[in-house]
């Protein structure tokens, strides 16, 4: 099983314009006001590209590198589109030491993306994470809410293709 890797295009529908509009308009007003906008911008496009900050940074009356510099800083935000199935492998210490670094290292190679990458079918979207308290399971990767510990390499293929629906 082979992905190819592809450019994913931001385009909104009117709907989500609009309610960014609103969001913003009701927001922009109060103090600390970019945090909840970021958030609720999130939720409506599902990550924060370039073209949605420029639109909150235009509508705020704020630098474009303001807004930027929060999305980069805090870890809730994406810049990336998510997939249906988002992949989490935990490169802690204690993961790292028994080889997540390989699991990891697989799954790009499988779906042929790099961390922080959506396959083109929207399907999967892989990143890694710094620790998910599950370090008696390491290693550890999440795919959604399904958590699978004491993983091998060998063991990737069958688990993605748990999710071929």
């Known amino acids: 099983m082979a992905f190819k890797k592809s450019v994913v295009a931001f385009s909104q529908t009117p709907e989500q314009e609009q309610k960014l509009m609103e969001v913003i308009n009701k927001e922009k ?8 906008i970021l958030q609720q911008a999130q939720e409506i496009y599902g990550y924060l590209p370039i073209e949605v900050q420029t639109i909150i940074a235009e509508e705020m009356g704020i630098s474009l590198e303001k807004v930027y510099g929060v999305v980069t800083f805090y870890a809730q935000f994406s810049l990336n589109p998510k997939g249906k199935y988002k992949i989490s492998v935990c490169l802690g210490t204690a993961c790292y030491v028994k080889g997540s670094g390989d699991v990891y290292n697989k799954l790009q190679e499988v779906l042929n993306i790099k961390g922080g990458e959506l396959t083109p079918d929207g399907k999967f979207s892989l990143e890694a994470c710094r620790c998910i308290g599950a370090c008696g399971l390491a290693p550890v990767m999440t795919i959604n809410d399904d958590v699978y510990g004491r993983l091998t390499v060998d063991e990737v293929g069958d688990i993605l293709a748990k999710y071929n629906d």
Do not use: D, F
Request: proline share 12%.
């Open 29 to 36: 007003g109060h103090k600390g006001a970019l945090m909840p």
